[in-house]
């Protein structure tokens, strides 16, 4: 069983920046695929950004460029850097694993088995 904890949402005003944490537990965690995805009021959850096992990223394009997501296997910890934050950032944000050894690209909830309980990200304008 795997857990995910997220941290380091918050409020922050437009053209700021955020750093979101996830802590995950496990002895496999070089074998996890990490997601971040988010969810605003009354939307589908999307997906933000992906770094396979082997260190490859994706990103969607409305954060390309501005946001990073990097991974630390001796902390088992996958970050998300949000720079230059819109008010169309603003939701719950999930970080989601999966066991894949596979580079390829998962942008789709279902291919995640993983969840973290979210951290809401609000900017302002």
């Known amino acids: 069983q795997v857990q995910l904890v997220e941290s380091g949402g918050g409020l922050v005003q437009a053209g700021g920046s955020l750093r979101l944490s996830c802590a995950a537990s496990?002895?496999?965690?070089?074998?996890?695929?990490m997601g971040w995805f988010r969810q605003a009021p009354g939307k589908e959850r999307e997906f933000v950004a992906q770094?396979?096992?082997?260190?490859?990223?994706f990103y969607a394009d409305s954060v390309k460029g501005r946001f990073s997501i990097s991974r630390d296997s001796a902390q088992n910890t996958a970050y998300l850097q949000m720079n230059s934050l819109k008010p169309e950032d603003t939701a719950v944000y999930y970080c989601a694993a999966d066991t894949k050894w596979s580079s390829s690209y998962y942008a789709r909830p279902s291919e995640y088995e993983y969840w973290g309980q979210g951290t809401q990200v609000t900017v302002s304008s």
């Open positions: 496990g002895r496999t965690f070089n074998s996890y695929v």
């Open positions: 770094i396979t096992w082997s260190g490859v990223t």
